[in-house]
C-alpha cells in the first residue's frame, strides 16, 4: 500500500493513507517503548503532519456532549494527535539507541538522554495553547503530559542506576541533575493524575492510565520500603503522603480493573509487593483482595500461553538499562516466590 511513501495526490484515498501511517506509525513506537523491544520501524512517514491551523479538516475533530448538558465541546482532536505522534517519534528514537535484537538492552550515554532530553523540551515548548498546563482539561490531555513526564523519568533514572542497582559512572554534578529531573517529573506526574481523578475519577477505562498508574506506584513504592525499615528517622507526615499517593494509584487500578483484564494483573502485581501492614493501610481505603470468583481469578500457570503478547509487557517504571526479562509480566508470574499465588 506504500502507507509511508511520498503521497502524489491530494485525493481522499491518500489522505486515508497518510493518517493511516501516522496512526500505525504511533502505535508501534508505543509497543516498542513498553515492550522494551526494538522498534518495528525506523523511519517516519515521508509527508509530515500537516499544520492543525492550516488543515484543521485533515484530522478533524471529535466534539462532546454531556448527559443533561445541551452544549457541545470540541476535543482539539487534530492538536492532540500531531503533539502525541511527535512525541511517539521521540520515543521511537529511544527504542532505536536502547532496544537491540543481539542484547537485552544497550545503556544510554549521558550525552544521547541530554540530547532526548532537549528534544522532549522542545516538543514541551513548542505545544499549542489548548495543551499547554493551564488549560488541559480533556483525559487525552492530561494523559499527554502524563506520557511526557513518564518518559522524563524513565530517561534519567535509567542513568541513575545500572544493572546491579548501584550508581553508574556518573559525576556528582550529573548524577545531581539527574536525580532533579526524576524528582520534578515525579511530582508533575502524581499532581496530573489526581487532577485526573478529582475531573474524570478513574472509572472510564483508559489503556494508558493502567500504565502511569502503575508507574507511579513503583515510584512510591521505593521511598515507603525506606521507611518501613527506619521509620523513626522519618516526619509522620511524610509516610502520610506517600500512602495517599499510593492509595491513589491502587484506587486507580482497582476501577481500571473493572474493565480491562490489564488492570486485574497489573493490580495483583502491585499487591503482592505490598508488605502486610502497608496492604491492611491501603486496603482501608481500596478494595486489594484477590478476586473470590473463578471467573476473575488469573491463572499464573497458562498466563504466558493464554495472554501471549499481554505476557511480554514491561512492568511500568522499569529501567532502560536493565534487562527486560527480569520486569517481564510472564517473568513475575512464574518468579519462583510466585508473585500471584
Sequence with gaps: MRLFAPRVDHDKFEHAKSFTAWGLSSWLSLQSYYYLKP????DIPADPLPDVHGKSEWYGDIVLNYPEDGNHYMTDFGHGMKALSELRVIQNEIGVMCFSKFEDSKKMPWGAALHIQAKLETWYRGLPTQLQPRWIVHPSHLLLHCE????????????????????????????????????????????????YYLRHSFESYDSTLTIFLVHLANLTLAPIRQLEQGPASERK????????????????????????????????????????????????????????????SIDETNFEYSQPVLSELVLPGASLSEDPKTWRIKHLMDDSGKILA
Design 39 to 42: 522498534p518495528c520501524l525506523l
Design 148 to 195: 511526557y513526564h513518564a518518559v522524563l523519568i524513565t530517561l534519567f533514572r535509567s542513568q541513575i542506576y545500572s544493572e546491579d542497582g548501584g550508581a553508574r559512572s556518573l559525576t556528582q554534578n550529573q548524577l545531581n541533575t539527574a536525580q532533579q529531573v526524576v524528582t520534578e517529573a515525579s511530582v508533575h506526574l502524581e499532581s496530573i493524575l489526581r487532577i
Design 237 to 296: 507526615d511524610t509516610s502520610e503522603a506517600l500512602l495517599s499517593t499510593l492509595i491513589l494509584c491502587f484506587n486507580g487500578l482497582y476501577e481500571q480493573s473493572k474493565s480491562a483484564y490489564i488492570a486485574i494483573v497489573m493490580l495483583a502485581l502491585m499487591r503482592k509487593q505490598l508488605s502486610a501492614e502497608i496492604r491492611n493501610t491501603v486496603g482501608r481505603y481500596v478494595t486489594i483482595e484477590e478476586p473470590e470468583s473463578d471467573t476473575e
